[in-house]
């Protein structure tokens, strides 16, 4: 499976944007880009995941490379809630997850 | 419509017992993955169970072993418990395709002592 690399942790001011950051250079052209995140003391929650372009819904954007070998998560305001560790996701048509350490996003009030 | 739920929410066992975790998918999913996640670690994939077969399989001993009923709904067992298997277990259900998401239940936090 191909591997992510993700910062272990990052810090951001509640109510600003959040932009996490996914390395993916081993990328295959059938990788789908997953995130999800866990909140403490919960399973993990899918966020979003792309192929190619950019991609939007109502938790946050995907922004993907043109050589697709790294993408960006964003967060457009963030707030405390979204305090959790989100994992960033190759899958190339299995359907297990392969998840790594993730980024543990902290929110300051 | 209650997403993925899973019994008991805790367990605590002793070295050697045995244990069934049970789970129960979200209404219209038919595949369901079992997930370990030890503390301060991502979760690592045990096995997936789809028309009541295991369909894949994640490097776990065969001590770990599952069932799915025909409702979908599917156990996890482990034999011969060991220290080591102190963790969370996840259940995560999702349809067969894999652009699907996978939707994760509470989990149950397992003590082995």
């Known amino acids: 499976d191909a591997k992510t690399t993700q910062p272990n942790s990052m810090e951001s001011n509640e109510e600003e944007p959040v932009h996490l950051p996914c390395n993916h250079s081993t990328i295959s052209g059938t990788d789908y880009i997953h995130w999800y995140r866990q909140l403490p003391s919960q399973g993990p929650e899918y966020v979003i995941h792309g192929l190619t372009s950019n991609v939007n819904n109502r938790m946050a954007s995907l922004a993907i490379a043109e050589d697709r070998k790294s993408s960006t998560l964003i967060l457009h305001r963030a707030t405390l809630r979204d305090a959790a560790v989100y994992y960033c996701i190759l899958r190339d048509g299995d359907d297990k997850i392969i998840f790594g350490k993730g980024t543990r996003l902290h929110i300051l009030p | 419509d209650a997403g993925v739920t899973q019994s008991p929410t805790h367990l605590i066992k002793t070295r050697g017992q045995q244990v069934t975790l049970r789970c129960s998918p979200k209404s219209g999913h038919d595949t369901v993955s079992w997930y370990q996640q030890a503390l301060g670690q991502g979760p690592q994939f045990i096995f997936q169970y789809y028309e009541e077969e295991e369909r894949q399989r994640g490097n776990f001993p065969d001590r770990f072993s599952g069932h799915q009923f025909p409702n979908y709904s599917s156990e996890l067992n482990v034999n011969a418990l060991l220290l080591g298997d102190s963790a969370l277990y996840l259940c995560?259900?999702?349809?067969?395709?894999?652009?699907?998401?996978?939707?994760f239940g509470p989990g149950t936090r397992l003590t082995v002592l």
């Open positions: 995560a259900s999702s349809l067969e395709s894999f652009t699907d998401t996978q939707y």
